[in-house]
Structures are given as structure tokens and as C-alpha cells.
């Protein structure tokens, strides 16, 4: 990653920025489209149709529900606010920060998704970083690799892990998820904060002048309050109530539903923020058109090869070769297809895991294995920041077999 880009470069990086979001919506478009010719043609049949299409629509409520919480929640001012009294915290120590981020980074991810850290934070912690003089590289790299590696906490850290719950190989869903992946992905992520401490350590030295930091400037403070008492209720809720039956989606729609609201009712007051833009629907119908996309090529004899590449059954080595398949497919071709072609040779709750281990905290090596890769990417350079990607792969080539073992030989002792 290399220094911000000259000021003359604002339009240009604007106008990339632009591009970027509509060949991402035309790439989604193209794969709902696709989806639906798949459906039409028959190539997957009727009943296997309706089966992806229930399978997905509580995901799918759910990234909508929890969308439109972290977009009004930053245009609120939630995660500037946090992220400049972390600063003020730290009292000027710049490791201090650097763990402050991690927390952040690390919450943000298991209850609002790594997509939202992946979008939201990194521009705080990048501003943060040009405020306090802190090294942007390693705050940044700190943002993408806690979004996917603390993406095994909850089910709802990750598409993947909602798809999981919501499939036969768990069939005690969020508890049993819970109770099989909590502590790999706890794992997970002080192996990435140990890797982080050691690449990082001569950044991390040093102090900044905690006087000169400016607050941020905040339009509503009402809204602002609002906001965050939402994201912290959905906290232990996304937690807590899948434990006793009640679906995550229930919980992040009702979130979206106050803020929503909370917005409509103080029109005409102080509050500036904006309803519009709060969906992403192409990437929803894209999701569903991916399903459809994946189950019509399983049922067409996907099954046969990739079982004979992830092999069976619950030992040590079993569990340590699902979860590296998974790592290799999710780097060559995104891990939400990887998950959604693997799933089927699973087989059991632990392995079911052990796949996750893999497509979740693998996809940090080629820039396309995971969608909130790109997204941080292009937070990156909307920010003027560019991105190294040699240096990303490589920095990636030392941390993911590191955390992907140690999660996965957590998971069997916990399985055990």
C-alpha cells in the first residue's frame, strides 16, 4: 500500500470509484440473470428451485435488514464518533490504537458482517491513521484480515455462516454453530492479531498529540445516539435469540425498521441523512441467481470430483484437508461459490465447520476470493490509498495457514 495520491487525482479517483460500482452491479445483474435461466430452462429442476430459493430468502433479509442498519449507522456518524474516541483513549500510544482497531474491527465484523467492516471502517480507520500519523498500511491490512478472520464468531459474520445454519449438516442451526465454531474463530483471531503485532511492531512504537486530534463534526446527535444504541442492542440479540428460536433476520430487520423510521420522524429537524442508496439490490438478486447457479451444477455432477478432493470422515488430517480445499477454491473463484459446491460433501456438523474455516479466514490471498476484499480495496482508493496486491498475497501467504490450522485443530479438540 502505498502514500495518499495527490489532490489532483480526486476527480479520477472518483470517477474509478464510479465505474467500479457499476461493473460490480452489472457482474451481480449477470449472475441473477444467469440464475434465472437456469431455473426457466429446467436445468435444475422445479422442487430444487423452490428449495434454494426458501434456503436464501432469510439470508437474504437478513444482508438487507443489516445493510441498511450499517449504512444509516455510518451516515449517523457511528463509526467516526468511535473510532476518534478510541484515539482519545489510547492516550496518544499508538499500540494502544492499533488494539483499539482490532476491537472495533473485530466486533464490527461478528455482529454487523465483514462486508460492513470491509465498507465502513476501513475509511475511519484510514482517516484515523492520517490524523494520529499512524501507519495506514498496517491499520488498514489490520481492518481486511479481522474481517474475514473474525468472521467465524457468529452466524452472522458471514453469508457463508447463514447458509451453514440454514443447511441439513447443522440441523441444531445457530446454537449448534455457535457451540462448534465460537472458540476456533476466538482462536482465529489472536493468531491474525499475534501475526498483525509481529509485521506490524515498528509501526506500533511512538505517540501522537491526543490535544491536536478535532472531534468529528456530527449533523444529528439524536440520530447519532439512535444509531448506536441499535448497534449495540443487535449485539448480544444476533447472539442471543437464535438460541431460542428466534432468526437472525427478525432482529436485524427490526433494527432497520427503527433506525429507518428513526430517520423519517426527525425529517425537518437537524438530521441530513440520507434514505437513499440504503440496498444493494443487484448483489441481492446476484446472490440468489449464484445459488441457483451452484445447485444446478451439483446436481449435474459437481458432487463427484469434490468429494474425491475433500475426502470423508472427522480426524485431525480429515478436517485439516476439507478446511484446505476450502482455502484453495475460495482463492481460485471466490469463497461463497467455494462453500456453496463444498457444503454438499461435508457431511457432518464438524466438518460443515472445518469448511468454513477454510472459505472464511482462506480468502486472503488473490483479491477475488472474497467479495468484502474488493470492497475494502475500493474503500482504499476512494481514501487515495492504492493497494499492493503482490504485497497483500504475500503478507496473506504468512497468516492463512497459520490461523486456518489453528482454528481447524481448535475445532477438533472442541468436536472431540
Known amino acids: 500500500m502505498s502514500a495518499p495520491l495527490p489532490e489532483g487525482r480526486g476527480a479520477d479517483l472518483v470517477a474509478r470509484a464510479r465505474d467500479l460500482a457499476r461493473s460490480r452491479a452489472g457482474l451481480w445483474l449477470a449472475l441473477a440473470l444467469v440464475g434465472g435461466v437456469v431455473a426457466a430452462t429446467g436445468l435444475l429442476p422445479a422442487d430444487g428451485t423452490v428449495e434454494v430459493v426458501g434456503r436464501t430468502a432469510p439470508v437474504l433479509l437478513f444482508v438487507l435488514g443489516i445493510t441498511v442498519v450499517a449504512t444509516l449507522a455510518d451516515r449517523a456518524g457511528v463509526f467516526a464518533v468511535a473510532a476518534a474516541r478510541l484515539a482519545v483513549l489510547a492516550g496518544g500510544r499508538r499500540w494502544v490504537l492499533w488494539l483499539a482497531v482490532v476491537a472495533l474491527a473485530t466486533a464490527c465484523t461478528a455482529v454487523l458482517s465483514l462486508d460492513t467492516t470491509a465498507v ?53 442451526g445457530e446454537a449448534q454453530f455457535i457451540g462448534l465454531a465460537l472458540l476456533p ?43 448506536a444504541g ?37 425529517r425537518g429537524g437537524p438530521t441530513t441523512t440520507s434514505l437513499r442508496g440504503l440496498t444493494d439490490v443487484p448483489l441481492l ?21 469434490l468429494a474425491a478432493l475433500a475426502g470423508e470422515g472427522g480426524g485431525l488430517g480429515d478436517l485439516l484437508r476439507l478446511a484446505g480445499v476450502g482455502v484453495l477454491a475460495a482463492n481460485a473463484v471466490d469463497n461463497l461459490p467455494a462453500y456453496l459446491a463444498l457444503e454438499p460433501v461435508a457431511g457432518s456438523p464438524e466438518r460443515v ?64
Open 120 to 172: 465502513l471502517l476501513t475509511p475511519v480507520v484510514l482517516a484515523l491513521a492520517r490524523r494520529t500519523g499512524t501507519s495506514g498500511l498496517l491499520l488498514a491490512t489490520t481492518t481486511v484480515w479481522l474481517a474475514s478472520t473474525a468472521s467465524l464468531l457468529l452466524p452472522v459474520a458471514n453469508l457463508t455462516n447463514l447458509l451453514a445454519v440454514a443447511g441439513p449438516e447443522l440441523p441444531g
Open 185 to 227: 474463530g476466538l482462536v482465529a483471531v489472536l493468531v491474525t492479531v499475534a501475526v498483525l503485532a509481529v509485521l506490524g511492531r515498528s509501526a506500533l512504537r511512538g505517540r501522537y498529540d491526543v490535544g491536536a486530534l478535532a472531534p468529528p463534526e456530527v449533523a444529528d446527535r439524536g440520530l447519532l445516539l439512535l444509531a
Open 230 to 266: 441499535v448497534c449495540v442492542a443487535l449485539a448480544p440479540a444476533l447472539a442471543l435469540l437464535p438460541l431460542v428460536g428466534v432468526p437472525v433476520e427478525v432482529p436485524a430487520l427490526v433494527g432497520a425498521v427503527v433506525l429507518v423510521a428513526g430517520v423519517l420522524l426527525r
Open 285 to 305: 438478486l446476484g446472490v440468489l441467481g449464484l445459488f441457483l447457479l451452484v445447485a444446478a451444477a451439483t446436481e449435474h455432477g459437481l458432487t463427484q470430483p
Open 353 to 416: 465447520v472445518a469448511l468454513l474455516a477454510g472459505v472464511n479466514l482462506g480468502p486472503l490471498i488473490t483479491p477475488w476470493a472474497c467479495l468484502a476484499t474488493l470492497l475494502w480495496a475500493r474503500a482504499c482508493r476512494e481514501a487515495g490509498v492504492a493497494v499492493d496486491w503482490w504485497r497483500f498475497a504475500a503478507r496473506g501467504l504468512v497468516l492463512v495457514p497459520l490461523v486456518v490450522v489453528a482454528a481447524t485443530v481448535t475445532l477438533w479438540l472442541v468436536a472431540r
